[in-house]
């Protein structure tokens, strides 16, 4: 809100460097302004320099008919590095680097806000600056101030706070950085977990990616991937990644009689952060041979545990200034370490055909992720045995709602996908049940409870039982509804002449050979159109080219109108269309040609203007002989629609 000046002006204290109490506005208007409320402004003042006090801010005072401060508390020196006296608007103008408006101001510039303020369209001022101070420093700054208004509350100045937000700028950079990498190693898991080398048990394979990816995401550089031996007393490198060569080694091996402490820690530590190696009792051993010679300055190691033993380690190993590990980077570490686990566990499973837990433990991860819905069926139970309560969000069915009958009530289309392609869901069922099939894709259009129709997508595999025989399925379903209507409208584009809605030109031919095959295989009469309008150009000349769409955009609306649904319609080209007449032979190709001719010639056209015209068209008609080819059947008809032209335009000519 504007302040008054029926209210005295606020004294902030402090005055200028010259002992004056520095020119106050409000004290302009005291010769024409009648003073209130004493006690009330007194009461503000206070209440203002209690919360100025206690926020440690600099209050200030602008006339906007002056240049620079009225009043500007010493302060100010502290948070800029100039004196109040020093502060004229060109000072401050150059100090300021970067301006971010707020709340009423928000997505001005500074010059923006100002004219509107000294104009009285924004009541408050709130900004944050990045500003330079005196010593080259860069610090931030919250700048709020309410509006001084005359007695006809027009703006002529401004009070207001200036507050040191540096600490809460620099608390939030460091937040979105913690953000940022929170997400980028929530990503580099994600993409371990779906790696096609971790998910099969590839270890030469998976080592790679998982010291790879993990170097790049924490920023260090070497990853290191080590094997325990069975009688816990050496480490076999089994990957080790440098990342500022790219470089992949292995082979070195650690001995538990040279480094007693670092084995008993990773026997018993989930995660091992030292951040400084060079004096953590942990890795003191390592310091002469290792540490020095590599510039190893700390280090964050997490065991890879099997079975609640651990059988391994993910080492990595930091160079330059020491560092510090978050709590998110040690939570990183061991998550890592869970990946190498699981690419372990895959191998020993897949090994040993144990498919069931592997596989379901792949799947709920990848679930997790991919924000799909899991279920589990048993064959011979009705329903499912388990679905994630997701499953309502897709269908609007609470997980015990769906029974099997349920179920397939909501599914109205069924398109069967990899080993099941070309099948009914019946048929592709029965052979997964028989393990004639080892993993279900199927796309379900349904609808769902409030009737709206979308599309899911199903993949699941078979669970096993210990003699290899099919007693059930895990899977996932995903809500592919806008990736099917994108595809539909890509395909339409690509059919559909974009400017008529015709088949263009390529749909047409496919069309025309389909039914000329057709006609010539079953003998039914087959009839085609090449129409064209008369004097077109003129049209476009005289009337102008958005006009000349509009002609064209009405004429495919009157063949449609005129034709049957089985009937097909293309843009030939320009303003040449061709109409394919299905079971139609001569004559009543003839009649067709003929009515379409006259509802064009008929039609009124008005351009922008108001002008009303009419436009004619030649037609060609050529009918299928039984021999005839499409490139046959369109010469025939281009043949008779240039003999239409010929002949006067505005008429129907058949070939034979």
Known sequence: MGLHTTLPAVGFGGGRANGDRGHDIVDEQRGTSTLSDHDGHREREALYRRAIAEAH????????????????????????????????????????????????????????????????????????????????????????????????????????????????????????????????????????????????????????????MAAETLRVERVGIWQLSEDHQHLHCVDLF???HQMHTAGQTLSAGDHPQYFESIEVERALDVHDTLTDPRTLTFRESYFIPL?????????????????????????????????????????IADQMAQALLNRDRLRASQALRVREALYRRAIAEADAVAYQREY????????????????????????????????????????????????????????????????????????????????????????????GSLGILQDITERKRTEERLALMATTDELTGLHNR????????????????YGTPLSLLMLDLDH??????????????????????????????????????????????????????????????????????TDSSGCVFHVTASIGVATHDGADDVDTMLALADAALYRAKEGGRNRVICSR
């Open 380 to 471: 011979g139970s009705p329903g499912f045995v388990f679905i994630d309560a997701g499953i309502e969000r897709m269908t609007g069915y609470r997980p015990e709602e769906l029974t099997s009958e349920t179920w397939r009530g909501l599914i109205q289309e069924s398109v069967m996908r990899g080993e099941c392609t070309g099948l009914s869901m019946a048929e592709a069922i029965k052979h997964i049940r028989a393990r004639e099939m080892k993993e279900w894709r199927a796309d379900f259009r349904i609808r769902t409870r409030d009737g709206e129709e979308r599309w899911l997508s199903d993949s699941s595999v078979q669970v096993l039982d210990e003699r290899g025989k099919p007693v």
């Open 536 to 605: 077109f150009k003129s049209v476009n000349d005289t009337h102008g080219h958005l006009v000349g769409d509009q002609v064209l955009i009405t004429m495919a609306r009157l063949i449609t109108a005129t034709i049957r649904v089985t009937d097909i319609a293309g843009r030939y080209g320009g303003e040449e269309m061709c109409i394919a007449l299905t079971e139609t032979g001569a004559s009543g190709a003839e009649c067709i040609a003929e009515r379409l001719r006259q509802r064009i010639a008929d039609f009124e056209f």
């Open 295 to 335: 510039g190893i300055t700390s280090m964050l190691d997490a065991g890879i545990r099997l079975g609640g033993a651990v059988t391994g380690i993910v080492c990595h190993e930091h160079v330059g200034e020491r560092r510090t590990w978050t709590a998110d980077e040690i939570g990183f570490a061991g998550a």
């Open 242 to 244: 440098e990342r500022s």
């Open 506 to 521: 390529r749909l047409l031919m496919e069309r025309l050979t389909q039914e000329t095959l057709r006609s010539q295989r």
């Open 57 to 212: 801010a600099v209050a200030y005072q602008r006339d906007y008919s002056r240049p620079g401060f009225t009043f500007i508390d010493p302060g100010i020196e502290r948070m800029t590095g100039y004196r109040p006296e020093e502060l004229n608007s060109e000072t401050w103008r150059g100090l300021i680097r970067e301006s971010v408006m707020l709340g009423e101001s928000a997505g001005l510039t500074m010059e923006e806000a100002l004219r509107r303020a000294r104009a009285g369209e924004i009541r408050e001022w709130h900004g944050d600056y990045r500003i330079r101070t005196r010593s080259g420093d860069e610090r931030w700054l919250s700048d709020t101030a309410v509006q001084i208004l005359d007695g006809a509350s027009k703006p002529i100045g401004s009070l207001g706070i200036l507050q040191d937000i540096t600490e809460r700028k620099r608390s939030e950079e460091e937040r979105q950085e913690r953000l940022r990498q929170t997400s980028l190693q929530r990503s580099t898991i994600v993409r371990l977990a779906t790696h096609p080398a971790v998910i099969s048990g590839e270890i030469e394979d998976a080592t790679r990616a998982i010291t790879e």
